[in-house]
């Protein structure tokens, strides 16, 4: 272990022959939420960027470079993109037909603060509402600054939750009561067998160098096996084996190796004795003795159904003997690491396959030790890691929030939504939501499910009376917009960001270029906003973009990071970012698993628990079990709908897009072409060969787009990557490959959480 703490790897430094009037400057990688927080160094010369290259800093494990993705290097082409906005348009066709004419700032900035104090004063500041948006994500961009300013106006419907984590953030804190269960990353290397569950580092990324992590892992002996439907590029690269599963079937698999592990005697019975709550009826809590326990759930005392590696193979499509030696394997070459992707927890009950992971995680043992893994959502021990907003966004005094999924329906029924939406805060929502202001968001349109219900939901005027969007480009979102206003990206005003869910990192993000036309910063808007609004001078506090990074690392300082230097002294070094090596890597869950009686868990128990009793009261045995299960999916191949729709289809996160941004990306996307992804069976069976145009289509919408035929797939499922953006034709089909054409609005049953990644279709050639 500490060879490869000490571990270096050269990198090549900016070329000494740069030009006198060449500034080289290390940057913040622009913040869409891609997974990642990684360091570019920018080439600026005569007022332009003129190249991206990244980290070249010394290379060690306790603080690894923040090496930066195609998507980063490919920048410039986002940066410099001639369909820019460059100026504020107000909307003079129908909402969603794209017809917009030039205004000045002075006018659109007043026309939205008097819609705001119209909205505000006819129904109440409840009806007001700021979307799930990530397209801007440092502490200075993005949707937190228009939070900040409704919170000083008087409010806003709150959001709570978000489209990536929704059952995960739930279910976790289920099981061990709290989403701090991962340990640091280079721990990772102490692991002897790694199973990549649903988990594609190499492209979504799940931190800056999680990959990294997991070859280093891997060269340093454990086996890794990646189970996806799909042969990712996590697999390709960094697995011993893939094995492919039906999508949705995750729990049933796990349900069978924990029946393996049972039967077989090869679970760690004296952890789970003297840590766990629930496993079976000698561990029921008191008043739940009757209950099902889990081992009841497996052995099918109740239902008459063992969760048999024979039952879960008809289920899943793995072979059984698959099951057996992968549960053989998991539970002896210890310690283990199962980690959970977030795109099965995106399903129809998504919370079951988040709770059954945290169970196999604590059944082996492999919970509190080095090289193991608790699994969920995992935020780094010992607190919670970075991935937090500095930027005071103050206090909302509209207490009532929505689940972030569930925003359509506060459009269409926010008045009769209660806490059996999801409403928490309140007992009911007093308003429909009749404004939105959405920055850097195209959550609206094009990364919502359902898409022709949202384009019908927002035409309809009656409804959301004014839109508002704030964003670099023309999106989808945008064309459905009253009100368009042109905001700056990340190089062309200051800002600073800290990593993605792991590692000890501040990246300065200083301002390299000056913007193009009249477009602002989002924090300059919303202050220009906000003075109109008579708030003004709260907004701002005095400070500027700038003045206000400064307050922001002053903060870091007093709370996580004591060292880190000011900004100036960061700014005068161009290092570009302050790191804090890990040379003991922080173990979650180590106090709990020495003495479970001084350090509980805060759970109702203190201990890890198999059987929720918080979920036992809901009373929704069949949704929401107090023990996690397999449920059959509400769109599945086993269903009535397969007989018309036979196929099931996922949408995973691509290189070529950081969700929805990039999609317009020419070097992106003629490195990474929007294609369905279809297996050669499934292809021979419909008469379609690779490189067809092909129309996938289900009863919600059809998109139109090229084809790959390919056994990288799961016979029987499609795979559309997510982000690409909608374009619809004169018959409403779509040609730009969307895959939220085909999904489902409907939400999860606990979480109420998107489900978008479990809907079924069709695939036919094109004409």
């Not at 997974?35 to 005569?46: D, P, T």
């Not at 409840?126 to 939070?147: D, E, H, I, K, M």
């Not at 394997?329 to 709770?355: I, W």
Request: charged residues 20%; hydrophobic residues 35%.
């Amino acid at each position: 272990m500490q060879r490869l703490f000490n571990r270096r790897r050269s990198r090549p430094q900016p070329a000494a022959s740069a030009s006198v009037s060449e500034r080289l400057v290390r940057v913040g990688c622009p913040a869409h939420n891609c997974g990642g927080r990684c360091l570019l160094v920018a080439h600026v010369q005569n007022g332009r960027i003129t190249r991206l290259d990244t980290d070249d800093r010394p290379d060690v494990l306790a603080a690894p470079q923040l090496r930066a993705c195609v998507r980063g290097r490919a920048y410039l082409r986002r940066q410099y993109h001639p369909e820019r906005l460059l100026y504020p348009l107000k909307r003079t066709g129908r909402r969603g037909e794209g017809k917009f004419t030039r205004i000045p700032w002075d006018e659109a900035l007043d026309w939205a603060a008097s819609e705001l104090q119209r909205v505000k004063a006819a129904y109440g500041s409840s009806a007001l509402f700021v979307p799930y948006g990530t397209g801007s994500y440092n502490q200075l961009n993005g949707s937190q600054t228009a939070r900040r300013l409704m919170n000083l106006f008087g409010g806003c419907l709150g959001i709570y939750n978000s489209y990536s984590w929704a059952c995960i953030n739930v279910a976790t804190p289920t099981v061990y009561g709290t989403l701090q269960t991962g340990n640091q990353r280079q721990d990772w290397l102490n692991s002897r067998y790694i199973l990549m569950w649903g988990w594609n580092p190499a492209e979504m990324r799940d931190g800056t160098n999680s990959d990294y992590f997991i070859r280093l892992a891997r060269e340093n002996g454990a086996r890794v096996v990646c189970i996806d439907p799909r042969h990712s590029l996590s697999a390709a690269s960094l697995a011993d084996e893939w094995i492919p599963i039906r999508p949705g079937t995750d729990a049933a698999m796990m349900s069978a190796m924990a029946y393996v592990m049972l039967t077989e005697g090869l679970y760690d019975a004296e952890f789970v004795r003297t840590h766990c709550l629930g496993f079976d009826s000698s561990q029921m809590p008191q008043g739940y003795e009757g209950a099902e326990s889990y081992a009841d759930y497996l052995l099918g005392c109740c239902d008459g159904l063992p969760k048999t590696p024979e039952w879960a193979e008809k289920i899943t499509g793995v072979p059984r003997q698959t099951i057996v030696r992968i549960a053989r394997e998991y539970a002896t070459l210890k310690p283990g690491m199962l980690y959970q992707g977030y795109g099965m927890q995106r399903r129809a009950y998504g919370e079951q396959v988040v709770r059954a992971g945290c169970v196999l995680a604590a059944i082996t043992g492999n919970v509190g030790i080095p090289g193991g893994w608790a699994s969920g959502l995992a935020l780094q021990a010992p607190d919670g890691g970075p991935f937090w907003n500095v930027f005071p966004v103050g206090e909302n005094p509209v207490k009532a929030s929505i689940p972030v999924f569930l925003w359509s329906e506060a459009v269409l029924r926010g008045h009769e939504m209660g806490k059996q939406d999801g409403v928490t805060g309140a007992d009911r929502l007093e308003n429909d939501i009749k404004l939105i202001y959405a920055v850097a968001s195209n959550a609206l349109i094009n990364q919502h499910a359902n898409i022709n219900r949202s384009a019908q939901i927002l035409q309809d005027e009656s409804r959301v009376e004014f839109l508002v969007v704030q964003d670099q480009f023309l999106t989808p979102t945008a064309r459905f917009a009253d009100l368009i206003l042109p905001a700056c990206t990340q190089f062309e005003t200051w800002g600073i960001e800290d990593g993605w869910k792991y590692g000890d990192e501040v990246i300065l993000m200083p301002k390299l270029v000056e913007p193009p036309g009249e477009c602002k910063s989002d924090y300059r808007i919303c202050a220009e906003l906000a003075e109109r609004l008579g708030i003004g001078a709260e907004y701002t506090q005095g400070r500027d973009e700038r003045a206000w990074v400064g307050w922001i690392i002053e903060r870091y300082r007093e709370t996580r990071f004591p060292d880190i230097p000011s900004l100036e002294e960061l700014e005068a070094s161009n290092v570009g970012v302050y790191a804090n090596p890990v040379t003991q890597p922080a173990i979650a869950f180590a106090d709990f698993r020495r003495d479970p009686q001084a350090y509980p868990l805060d759970t109702p128990s203190g201990k890890i628990e198999i059987f929720s009793q918080s979920l036992h009261e809901l009373g929704r045995p069949n949704e929401i079990p107090a023990i996690p299960k397999y449920i059959q999916e509400w769109e599945s191949p086993f269903g009535p709908e397969a007989k018309q729709y036979p196929l099931q289809a996922i949408g995973h996160h691509t290189l070529s897009r950081v969700h929805s941004t990039h999609a317009n990306n020419d070097w992106l996307a003629e490195a990474f072409p929007q294609r369905v992804f279809i297996n050669p069976i499934d292809a021979q069976a419909r008469g379609i060969e690779d490189g067809d145009l092909v129309q996938v289509f289900n009863g919600r919408g059809a998109t139109v787009l090229p084809c790959r035929v390919t056994p990288r797939i799961l016979p029987g499922v499609v795979d559309i990557p997510q982000g690409a953006w909608w374009a619809p034709d004169e018959n409403g089909v779509d040609r730009g490959g969307s895959v939220n054409i085909l999904t489902s609005e409907r939400w999860t049953p606990l979480a109420f959480g998107t489900a978008q990644h479990t809907f079924m279709v069709e695939v036919k050639k094109a004409r």
